[in-house]
């Protein structure tokens, strides 16, 4: 059963443009909603993270949008950069941790 | 200090051999993971140690057995492993054993099994 759809599983953007990942959630027991970036041959990494009694939450060129009564969050990352070329993945933790499929973003010079 | 050590980066070996992935972290996080990557997938848990004792086991075959020395450390042991078990192996650690806060990841072990 797949707890958290993520959404799309790749993008091409533009150096200078806005890079949007969307994830979709069905399980309302989870309180904590991070993003995670994957270098090539590194172990992923917290990117930003958001808990559901906030609706947004911003950290320089990253953002997170949470939408509680849609069970939708999404990742915007302005301004972007070759070097945000990386996987990104959503999850959604409360007892444990499970993670979206993964988006590849590549951020065209 | 906010790593997560793995040793080795890189491991190959037989499906008769018997081989150790260890994990070190000393930000006195209480929590310790092992998850399981292959190649364009997310990491899926393996093992979850809390307070040095296992509390989930997702149903891993045998072959995979975890140790928890003590609080810093963490081993994964290898024996008579397939060719599919070849993936990127991820240590992690929290500071709750829950999903509800950060984790932080290794660099992982990039196993090989021939």
């Known amino acids: 059963q797949q707890q958290v759809k993520q959404s799309p599983q790749s993008l091409i953007v533009q150096k200078g443009g806005i890079s949007i990942i969307n994830c979709a959630y069905e399980?309302?027991?989870?309180?904590?909603f991070p993003w995670y970036q994957q270098f090539p041959g590194k172990g992923p990494a917290l990117l930003i993270a958001?808990?559901?009694?906030?609706s947004e939450k911003k950290e320089g060129r990253f953002t997170i949008s949470f939408n509680k009564s849609a069970k939708q969050f999404s990742l915007h990352i302005m301004d972007s950069q070759p070097g945000d070329s990386a996987t990104y993945f959503c999850?959604?933790?409360?007892?444990?941790?499970?993670f979206g499929a993964g988006t590849r973003l590549f951020v065209k010079a | 200090d906010t790593e997560v050590t793995q040793t080795p980066k890189h491991l190959v070996m037989g499906m008769t051999n018997k081989k150790s992935l260890k994990c070190e972290q000393h930000?006195?996080?209480?929590?310790m993971y092992w998850y399981k990557q292959k190649a364009k997938k997310p990491p899926e848990l393996m093992f979850v140690?809390?307070?040095?004792?296992?509390?989930i086991n997702e149903s891993v075959p045998s072959r995979f057995s975890p140790e928890c020395p003590n609080s810093s450390l963490l081993n994964l042991h290898l024996h008579a492993l397939q060719p599919e078990d070849s993936a990127l192996y991820l240590c992690?650690?929290?500071?709750?054993?829950?999903?509800?806060?950060?984790?932080?990841f290794g660099q992982g072990t990039r196993l090989t099994v021939v």
């Open positions: 999850a959604i933790g409360g007892f444990k941790t499970i």
């Open positions: 140690y809390s307070y040095e004792k296992l509390s």
């Open positions: 930000m006195g996080h209480r929590a």
């Open positions: 992690a650690s929290s500071q709750e054993p829950r999903g509800n806060t950060e984790a932080f």
């Open positions: 958001i808990r559901p009694d906030v």
């Open positions: 399980n309302t027991a989870f309180d904590y």
